[in-house]
């Protein structure tokens, strides 16, 4: 079941900030926006930097990354990552 989850108040510092945390489980975010297809886990993402607002759409988490975490623990990682610099997930 993929998930779609939006995030405000997500400084540029924030979302390099999550960027990095991603890249150290093996997800590359390049750009403001773009595709996720990695490990098992694929998603398209959208950040704008004027809004500070990112959106994660069509969250899928699939083998090798399945036998790590779900979708549900990574969309709880990602919002952990998130309001740790400030950023909410959008109601």
């Known amino acids: 079941m ?5 995030f405000t108040s997500v400084s540029p510092e924030a979302f390099n900030q999550l960027r990095d945390k991603l890249k150290q489980l093996g997800l590359t975010l390049q750009g403001n926006e773009g595709t996720i297809s990695e490990k098992g886990v694929n998603a398209t993402y959208n950040y704008s930097p004027e809004q500070q607002s990112l959106q994660i ?8 990354a399945s036998m790590m975490v779900n979708t549900d ?5 990602m919002t952990q990552m998130v309001e740790e610099f400030g950023g909410r997930t959008a109601s």
């Open 73 to 77: 623990s990574l969309v709880q990682r």
């Open 57 to 64: 759409n069509d969250l899928n988490v699939g083998f090798p």
């Open 2 to 6: 993929s998930r779609q989850v939006h």
